[in-house]
């Protein structure tokens, strides 16, 4: 029996409401069936979803496993393709985008990790423009694409990064080989599951493509954290960003490094912010450890929260306001 080349991981947390919309456009993939195989994690049980599931021939996997990175291993281990494409329970794809993937890695054994562009919609499904003040996250290169071979890839995190084309996990495809080598260090993955296949791949030595073929429709709802992290989210963050800290460490990834540490420099000054007790010196210190990066990543948010950050000194609750202003999306695009 033919062994599918693609194996597509549909993850949903603690939420339902959309995801047969997603198990919807897996169904409705162009690519022939016997090319890719589908399993849906969840930790909750759904007749009607299971009976959708067993009618797409996707495995179902029950679990209480609650850590990010762990929770999409657990059908990761299991998968047979050599290509993982993940899409979280609420986005959805066009139904070309299993066979764009296929393209793309089949005729490139070279091509680790591959990010589409996206689309935003609201929690109707409507179209909406770019929420994320302050991130331009869609593709924005003068070609259709930008192809980084693995020996450079390092030297082009920052330009990546700024660009956020290591974001949204139902937009990126990766070799499961990349995943694979580091299953131990998923268990430091709290948050960020994006981020952390991205700094697996540059840490691989496999190539890295974007390109403006817009293939996943991303959802904004009211339990989208990434607007406004909260105080546990920030410590997640931190938590996963060490864990990542120690794997570019111990591959000798100096770039990765600085930026990884600007990450942890940025999350420890907004978990500061947060908390009702924080001392006004240490959020002047952690400010003016965070400037020192600021030269490393360069987009206006992180000059906007460093100003937010001085405002709380002078005036606690004038500070939390603006950073909720800032960082949060429109009132328009949530239920």
């Known amino acids: 029996m033919k062994e599918p080349f693609i194996s597509v991981i549909v993850t949903a947390y ?102 589409n562009s996206i689309r935003f919609i609201n929690h109707d499904g409507v179209e909406i423009d770019n929420p994320y003040r302050y991130r331009p996250i869609q593709y924005r290169e003068k070609g259709s694409r930008l192809y980084i071979p693995g020996k450079v890839l390092e030297g082009y995190s920052e330009h990546i990064i700024n660009r956020r084309y290591d974001f949204n996990c139902s937009s990126i495809s990766i070799r499961k080989d990349i995943l694979a080598l580091n299953r131990e260090s998923a268990r430091g993955i709290q948050s960020s599951f994006d981020s952390f296949m991205f ?18 429709y991303y959802r904004i709802n009211g339990n989208s954290i990434s607007f406004t992290p909260t105080l546990d989210f920030s410590a997640r963050q931190i938590v996963t960003y060490g864990t990542m800290q120690a794997m570019a460490v111990r591959h000798g990834k100096m ?37 020192r990066y600021l030269r490393i990543y360069k987009i206006v948010e992180n000059t906007v929260t460093e100003i937010i950050s001085l405002v709380y000194v002078i005036h606690p609750p ?13 009132s328009s695009v949530l239920p």
């Open 14 to 115: 603690n939420r339902k409401e959309y995801l047969r919309e997603a198990l919807q456009s897996v169904a409705d993939q162009d690519l022939p069936k016997e090319e890719f195989e589908t399993f849906v994690v969840m930790n909750f049980e759904d007749r009607e979803i299971e009976e959708m599931c067993h009618r797409l021939n996707a495995e179902i996997i029950h679990t209480v496993e609650r850590n990010v990175a762990l929770f999409r291993y657990e059908a990761i281990d299991r998968a047979r393709g050599q290509v993982l494409v993940f899409l979280d329970d609420d986005d959805r794809w066009e139904s070309r985008k299993l066979s764009h993937v296929f393209e793309l890695f089949s005729r490139d054994r070279n091509l680790g990790f591959y990010r």
């Open 318 to 330: 004038l500070g939390r306001s603006l950073y909720a202003k800032f960082t949060s999306v429109s």
């Open 255 to 291: 770039v990765l490094l600085r930026l990884i540490e600007r990450q942890i420099a940025f999350f420890e000054l907004i978990n500061a912010i947060h908390k009702s007790d924080v001392k006004k010196k240490e959020v002047i210190s952690l400010a003016v450890l965070f400037s």
């Open 199 to 216: 700094y697996c791949t540059v840490m691989s030595g496999y190539s890295f493509l974007v390109d403006n073929s817009v293939l996943t």
